[in-house]
């Protein structure tokens, strides 16, 4: 699903370049639950971003579900994120005007789905994520565990095949961070989403199948 070959990531720097990643090969395959570790500054973010298509490496190959990434006209390439990717952050990024309903219903939206689809795709989720009562509420009304609730209804609603994660647990409580991570494990198993999850918690990681280092840009 996922092949990295020989990639890095450079920024200009002087007369020179400062590399963030280096020589990256990584294949992950569909159904897997990968976790990316390794100290502050070691391209953790940086390489999700480029696996989740919203950075560009700067040499190197990258095939996601077969499409070789560089090669994509913009609007292949938005195409491809919207059908296919679900991204979850650490500060859950909800849109402060909508509500619950509204910020899950928007990836549909930008897809294109039917009136009638969304609402029966919306009302599922918040059925299984105990939400209901909570639809009409706007993100300040709730606790951080039910923000990133949201956050994850949000990244699944269109059906992704991946969802990539930024510290999802990275602002929660111990509690709340292990019904996501539960959570995260019940996609994974169950509805067979491939996940890809930066964290520094050995805790998180173990929900996983696989663990990624990094360390200076290299694969550790
Ligand atoms: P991590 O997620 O592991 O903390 P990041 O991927 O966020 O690491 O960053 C890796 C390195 O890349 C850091 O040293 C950071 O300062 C640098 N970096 C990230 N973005 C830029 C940028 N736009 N310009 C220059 N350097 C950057
Ligand atoms: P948890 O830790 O279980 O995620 P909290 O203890 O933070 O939840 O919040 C408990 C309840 O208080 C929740 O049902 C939430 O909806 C409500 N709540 C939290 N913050 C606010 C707020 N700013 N305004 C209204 N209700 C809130």
């Known amino acids: 699903m996922i092949q990295l070959e020989k ?78 990717i679900g991204f979850v952050f650490q500060a859950y ?6 509500t619950v309903y509204e910020n899950i219903e928007t990836p549909l939206l930008y897809k294109g789905t039917s009136s009638s689809e969304r609402k029966s795709r919306v009302a599922e989720l918040l059925d299984r994520f105990n939400m209901v009562a909570k639809k009409d509420l706007f993100p300040h009304q709730l606790s951080g565990g039910q923000q990133q609730l949201v956050g994850v209804a949000r990244a699944i609603v269109h059906n992704p095949k991946v969802i990539f994660a930024d510290e999802p647990t990275g602002n929660l409580h111990s509690e709340q961070a292990i019904e996501i991570m539960e959570l995260f494990q019940k996609l994974n198993q169950e ?30």
């Not at 095939?63 to 994120?81: A, I, N």
């Not at 990024?93 to 909508?98: A, P, Q, S, V």
């Not at 990094?214 to 694969?219: A, C, F, V």
């Open 7 to 84: 990639i890095s990531k450079y920024y200009p720097a002087g007369f020179g370049k400062t590399y963030v990643l280096r020589h990256i090969d990584l294949n992950i395959k569909e159904g897997e639950f990968i976790s990316i570790m390794g100290p502050s500054g070691s391209g953790k973010s940086t390489l999700l971003h480029i696996l989740g298509l919203l950075e560009e490496p700067s040499e190197g190959e990258y095939l996601f579900l077969d499409e070789p990434v560089q090669k994509l006209t913009e609007k292949k390439r938005t195409e491809l994120h919207r059908h296919h």
């Open 93 to 98: 990024h909800l849109i402060d005007e909508l």
């Open 191 to 220: 509805d067979k989403v491939t996940i890809v999850q930066v964290t520094h918690s050995e805790t998180n990681a173990s929900y996983g199948n696989r663990i990624v280092r990094l360390k200076d840009g290299w694969l550790a």
